[in-house]
């Protein structure tokens, strides 16, 4: 079971979501893998993704769906990965583990991209106040990562 978190709940963690998915499918393992997202903030609670992210999706062969829903407490007990776009997330995601276990659910995305070995900065931008640009960056680094969590965790 892995979730995906982002803040809003409607750019970045629904992509990676929905690319996860399509992953997951077309190695034939969409009945051993449950996929979902949520968002650590509250504002956009039932709305669809943004347009601008699903649009970029789907150009790129991806569909993206689901309403938005606030991370809850039960996520950790329910989750067996948590995955956080950036350290703002991250940080946020650790406070609000109700323990160390839940708190060792806890990890950066990018983390899981063999190309980001190393690197110093793991976030996978926020995209909702930037350009249509800021939406293929996050496609481009949510698939790699994403094909790498697939490596591991099959
Ligand atoms: P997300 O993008 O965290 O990738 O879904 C955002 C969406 C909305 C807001 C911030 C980030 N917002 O402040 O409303």
Known sequence: MLLFVCLGNICRSPTAEG??????????LDDRIAIDSAGTG????????????????RR???????????????DFE???LILAMDRENL??????????????????LREYDPASKGAPDLDV???YYGGPTGFDVVL?????????LLDDVR
């Open 60 to 74: 790129r062969g991806t569909t993206l769906e689901g309403a938005a829903r606030r991370v809850a407490p039960e």
């Open 42 to 57: 509250g504002w956009h609670v039932g709305a669809p993704p943004d347009e601008r992210a699903t649009e970029t999706a």
């Open 140 to 148: 481009d680094q949510v698939e790699a990562a994403c094909r790498g």
């Open 125 to 127: 931008p926020d995209p």
């Open 91 to 108: 940080d946020d995601l650790r406070a609000l583990a109700p323990d160390e276990e839940a708190r060792a659910k806890v990890r950066l």
């Open 19 to 28: 690319v996860m998915r399509r992953l997951v499918a077309d190695a034939g």
């Open 78 to 80: 329910a989750f067996d």
